[in-house]
């Protein structure tokens, strides 16, 4: 076939998609070609602009190539082009190109392009947790990296393969991998490109818990996306500081980064990046408890991330979705939700994503009272956690077996023929044979260690997995407060200590006024509302040596120990102003909800009993419920 032929072949594989109107000027030069290639390159290492900014400076470069014939400068193009769509976390629009790319930089003999385009699909592989054969890549990718003369595309592949080794959860190979880059991007001086390396080496710090290490990265990170006045990199920075600061339980100072990143991203029409902040912050929401907000933001972005392609990020907001309508006791809705999530783990090989959804099929079957399955789920969790665990470790020890065994028959080999030559030398051969022999023995020992840590593990996950059920069964479901059978055991462990001491004992009963026709009124969520939003009112408030929990439906017990009549009348309009403050906050123009309070005394000569006390203080509860409500009797 003649070249033309196969050029045009070419051009048609990379264009097809383009207008069939487009005339082909054949007298360019190529100076006129160099000079656009050069203008490419120039726009990829561009700082200042965003990826937005980056699409529509290229679609006049595309343009002109195309309108010229050079297939190489409009390779080039769409290349650039893949990598700011990736950027831009547009994984679909990205992967559409890749074929087409790959079939024409091969044809063309683009070495270098062909590295860019690995790296492409490198990067669409992580986000759609594609991990299969991911290790076989990481190896090809790191010989290229090591055999290239130019130091930013070196940085370049041991950033991308770095940041896809966190992904796969090799922390070792993902740190050596971006020290790599750093360096190679210093020797480079590409500014822009450290910046973004911090930004990983911030995550995989995250990961493994050094959160302060992890701050220190972005605040350098931070500086230099100022210094270049790069709004993008700026916000990409403070969305990992947010989720820093989330990790180290400051949800203050996360919602703060994280509605600058989301309203940096919005000036940029950054779509996806706006979505990926709503998605943290519908997190935070849960943590907080704010189901109706959670639920209302992740509806919001569902549908930009199943555009933007990225399975991940689709998995964590369906998660999300679930657990806001486990909040609001919509049960149905959260099952839905999560086997929608399932059927996405299809296509994610991290085990942990596996782990994460067992725990949330537990909860949800705990909520609908199955708790028989709620705890099989649970086992099933805990055992495929260990078996992952046992797995990863296994392989490790069959390579340091492998290892070993091939050095030791080397050895064997080598004393051998040594003896064959030199029969004076066989005290050695045995000094050798000892010393392998006692490699052997630590070896053993070492896994025997092994072992022993793995069952003490082991030990570890049951002792945990039981405190997780005792405090469920001490715990009421609605408030996180304690429930009745635990107050009740606290309250008779102190009743004892006072008949014992004669110490001040004071037990009191709340009920909620006209909590039935407040239900009747606003429905039973509001209801559940004000009954979580009183037990954060009693937590805010009361002292850290006084307890208390719900006695049943809107009634609460409480136990006062070494505490007067004055205090408790303080701590009684101290929980009304924090109670009503938490339910404005929650329902706006919500009418003032006030409660009764009974107190009594203990008495030794007239309380035999915990339930005498108690019964005396349910009386004077009835005693200011007659009185008018909203006060305290003794």
Not at 130 to 150: D, Y
Not at 290 to 306: G, K
């Amino acid at each position: 076939m003649h070249t033309s032929s196969i050029l045009s072949i070419i051009f048609l594989l990379l264009f097809s998609f383009c207008s069939s109107k487009c005339a082909f000027a054949q007298d360019a030069s190529d100076e006129s070609e160099a000079q656009l290639l050069a203008k490419i390159d120039v726009l990829k290492t561009e700082n200042a602009n965003s990826p937005i900014d980056k699409l529509n400076k290229l679609l006049p470069i595309i343009e002109s190539c195309e309108q010229k014939s050079w297939l190489v400068a409009c390779l080039y193009a769409y290349t650039l082009k893949a990598e700011v769509l990736l950027a831009s976390s547009k994984i679909n629009e990205a992967e559409a190109l890749l074929p087409r790319l790959m079939t024409s930089a091969n044809a063309l003999n683009e070495p270098i392009i062909l590295i860019r385009l690995e790296l492409v699909d490198l990067n669409i592989r992580d986000s759609k947790g594609l991990f299969a054969g991911i290790t076989e890549q990481h190896t090809r990718l790191l010989v290229k990296a090591n055999n290239i003369e130019s130091p930013r595309l070196a940085g370049e592949i041991y950033h991308d393969v770095g940041d896809s080794q966190y992904q796969f959860l090799d922390y070792t190979g993902a740190l050596v991998s971006l020290n790599k880059a750093y360096e190679s991007y210093q020797l480079a001086n590409d500014l822009s490109a450290v910046g973004s390396v911090l930004n990983t080496l911030a995550n995989l710090n995250n990961t493994l818990e050094n959160t302060d290490i992890a701050l220190d990265y972005l605040r350098k990170a931070l500086a230099v996306s100022y210094q270049l006045k790069n709004k993008f990199a700026t916000s990409i920075v403070l969305y990992n500081m947010s989720v820093s600061y989330s990790l180290s339980e400051n949800l203050e100072e996360a919602r703060n980064y994280m509605q600058q990143a989301m309203q940096m991203s919005a000036e940029l029409d950054d779509e996806v990046g706006v979505a990926w902040a709503k998605k943290e912050l519908a997190r935070y929401d849960i943590d907080s408890q704010n189901w109706h907000t959670a639920l209302a933001r992740f509806n919001e972005i569902e549908p930009i991330l199943m555009q933007s392609g990225s399975a991940l990020s689709l998995f964590e907001t369906r998660i999300g979705q679930a657990q806001a309508y486990l909040g609001l006791n919509e049960l149905d809705l959260a099952a839905k939700k999560s086997e929608q999530s399932h059927l996405l783990l299809e296509n994610l090989k991290d085990p942990t994503y596996t782990i994460k959804l067992g725990k949330l099929d537990a909860d949800i079957a705990y909520a609908n009272k199955n708790f028989q399955r709620a705890f099989d789920i649970l086992a099933q969790n805990y055992a495929f956690a260990d078996k992952v665990r046992v797995e990863e470790k296994q392989k490790e020890i069959e390579k340091q077996l492998i290892r070993f065994n091939s050095a030791l028959k080397e050895k064997e080999n080598q004393a051998l023929i040594t003896e064959n030559k030199l029969k004076n030398l066989q005290i050695e051969q045995q000094e050798a044979q000892q010393a392998a022999q006692q490699r052997i023995w630590w070896l053993v020992i070492g896994f025997s260690a092994l072992i022993l840590v793995f069952i003490g593990f082991m030990l570890f996950i049951q002792i945990k997995n039981r405190n997780h059920f005792k405090a469920m069964a001490l715990n009421d479901h609605l408030t996180k407060a304690p429930n009745r059978r635990a107050i009740l055991d606290y309250a008779e462990i102190r009743f004892q200590e006072s008949s014992r001491t004669q110490q001040p004992l004071m037990v009191g009963i709340i009920d909620i006024d006209n909590f039935k026709k407040l239900n009747d009124t606003h429905g039973h969520d509001v209801g559940d509302d004000v009954l979580v939003a009183f037990a954060m009112a009693c937590k805010n408030v009361i002292r850290q040596y006084d307890r208390f929990g719900r006695y049943g439906g809107e009634e609460w017990l409480f136990v006062f120990a070494n505490t007067t009549a004055q205090d408790i009348s303080v701590i009684f309009v101290r929980i009304r102003e924090e109670f009503n403050k938490i339910i404005q906050q929650r329902h706006q123009n919500f009418n003032y909800v006030t409660f009764s309070m009974g107190v009594a005394s203990y008495s030794k000569d007239v309380d035999h009993t915990l339930q005498q006390l108690i019964n005396c203080a349910d009386k004077l509860l009835y005693q200011a419920k007659a009185q008018g409500k909203d006060q305290v009797c003794f």
